[in-house]
T-cell receptor, first 115, second 108 residues
């Protein structure tokens, strides 16, 4: 079956540009997560949705980062006025319904390079 | 504060040798712990989780609350075990805290 998909897989942006990263979760998955993975580091939590509701955005590093999931399915992570420190792999994950100890299913990631 | 420490960035073992990937955590409550794995050119995927107390691909992990550890073990390493391994903690919230990962190389 189809897993979590993300697009684009690679994105190069000039400093100051806005970018939008897309995540298509597994069909029927209620919970959706975004993570940022810098080179040589583990993934770091950015934000969490349950359906269309953004229940936790405590990991977003600045107000330049914005995420939405308007219809409770596809999600978009937007980064405004990109900076070099935004260069990272952005991972999306989904789960059927979040429960303690539940499995998250990850997408392939989008590698963002800011020049 | 929640923290996951994987002290080894790189670990090499010979095929057939035992392997142990270390993970220590810091959390004031009762955590849920996971091992995620990323094989070459594949996406991050769940290997095993404490709550299930299962053995996957010959790997096991025991939660030691006294030592705050969740080390991953396998008695006989195989070449296909070569991958990046991440220990992760779910601390009562709806997200995972990951360690920095250990790259395991199994030498034929």
């Amino acid at each position: 079956g189809a897993g979590v998909s993300q697009s684009p897989r690679y994105k190069v942006a000039k400093r100051g540009q806005d970018v939008a990263l897309r995540c298509d979760p597994i069909s029927g998955h209620v919970s959706l997560f975004w993570y940022q993975q810098a080179l040589g580091q583990g993934p770091e939590f950015l934000t969490y949705f349950q359906n269309e509701a953004q229940l936790d955005k405590s990991g977003l590093p600045s107000d330049r980062f914005f995420a939405e999931r308007p219809e409770g399915s596809v999600s978009t992570l937007k980064i405004q006025r990109t900076q070099q420190e935004d260069s990272a792999v952005y991972l999306c994950a989904s789960s059927l319904v979040w429960t303690p100890g539940g499995e998250q299913f990850f997408g392939p990631g989008t590698r963002l390079t800011v020049l | 504060a929640q923290r996951v420490t994987q002290p080894e960035k790189l670990l090499s073992v010979f095929k057939g040798a035992p392997v142990e990937l270390k993970c220590n955590y810091s959390y004031s409550g009762s955590p849920e712990l996971f091992w995620y794995v990323q094989y070459s050119r594949q996406r991050l995927q769940l290997l095993l989780r404490h709550i299930s107390r299962e053995s996957i691909k010959g790997f096991t992990a025991d939660l030691n609350k006294g030592e705050t550890s969740f080390h991953l073990k396998k008695p006989f390493a195989q070449e296909e075990d070569s991958a990046m391994y991440y220990c992760a903690l779910e601390g009562g919230a709806n997200n995972l805290f990951f360690g920095t990962g250990t790259r395991l190389t199994v030498i034929p």
